[in-house]
């Protein structure tokens, strides 16, 4: 019997680079489904078939999905990558396109990465998967909107709902994943100002907790949850517990062996999610804040040497 075939949307970005490795390295034939294949080559040298589809054109999807068995709907639209109209048109329009092609194609299980992001933030709480939806509708003093980009909550939010719907719509079987704030190798936003941060003299940092979570743990649950019959039909949330930015800084510094003078800022709060249904059923677990800056560190190390 074949290996099945598993497709990632946005292969070759930050996360989906994580989850198309964590693939590589199972029974599995990976087809990294990326914009532009050229920045894929890498992955079709590790063995990875790589085709080439947006995310606005269900036809392109509906072709790079052929012969699949599953696909790992990953590519989106970050906090403050784009205006209203283009989170739109890639958080919830994109995602129907990747429901219906699945469809289409006759995938049997798509795994949706969606974000903590689709909560109401609570903090000092520790927030469940049953925890109250984020309100698609902007309000004023929304505390959400503090924590996040409202435009990436609203969008993510009306794009889970709407694979749900189409789950059922369609018969094809669907597990949901909502990262927390996800740092690691690769990253081009959140770990990219850390590590741009310790050229600087000196760095104000808060003590709020942050439920920051290595890439590398959110690709090893999502590849569990492909083979896992009781994630179909079930969301889990992968984050770590709250870490200030103070401790995270400290951790790369040492780990790099340089850095500014950190100076902590006073922010008695804290942001957490209850994650024991992912352990549970996905046996995830979330590395220390040392441990994940010390990947960081080393990849920052192994792309110096190759700039040289």
């Not at 068995?69 to 129907?96: H, K, P, T, Y």
């Not at 509708?137 to 969008?155: F, G, H, P, Q, V």
């Not at 994630?231 to 103070?246: I, K, M, R």
Request: proline share 5%; charged share 25%; aromatic share 6%.
């Amino acid at each position: 019997m074949s290996p099945p075939i598993v497709c990632v949307t946005g292969a070759s970005g930050f996360l989906g680079s994580h989850i198309s490795t964590d693939l590589m390295a199972r029974p599995v034939r990976l087809t990294a489904v990326v914009r532009t294949p050229e920045r894929a080559l890498w992955l079709a040298k590790r063995g990875a078939e790589v085709k080439q589809a947006d995310l606005t054109s269900r036809t392109a999807l509906r072709a790079a999905f052929d012969g699949a068995q599953v696909v790992v709907s990953n590519a989106a639209l970050g906090s403050n990558q784009g205006d209203m109209n283009e989170m739109e048109r890639v958080n919830r329009q994109g995602i129907e396109n990747v429901m219906r092609a699945a469809g289409d194609a006759g995938v049997e299980h798509v795994v949706h990465v969606s974000t903590v992001a689709v909560y109401r933030t609570r903090l000092r709480h520790r927030m469940d998967e049953a925890s109250t939806s984020y309100d698609t509708e902007r309000r004023r003093l929304n505390l959400s909107d503090i924590t996040t980009d409202w435009k990436y909550a609203r969008t993510k939010t009306l794009g889970e709902r709407l694979a749900w719907r189409l789950s059922e719509e369609l018969g094809v079987r669907l597990t949901v994943v909502r990262p927390g704030p996800v740092y690691g190798s690769r990253d081009p936003k959140l770990t990219a100002r850390w590590l741009a941060s310790m050229s600087k003299r000196v760095v104000l940092a808060p003590l709020v907790g942050v439920p920051l979570v290595h890439a590398g743990d959110v690709a090893r649950a999502i590849t569990r949850s492909i083979d896992q019959p009781s994630a179909s039909g079930a969301a889990f949330n992968l984050a770590g517990p709250p870490v200030t930015p103070f401790r995270a800084l400290s951790a790369l510094k040492r780990e790099l062996g340089f850095g500014p003078k950190l100076i902590p800022v006073a922010t008695p709060f804290w942001v957490a999610y209850d994650t024991s249904k992912a352990a549970r059923e996905l046996g995830f677990v979330s590395r220390s804040i040392e441990h994940g800056m010390r990947e960081v560190a080393d990849a920052y190390r192994r792309e110096q040497r190759a700039n040289v």
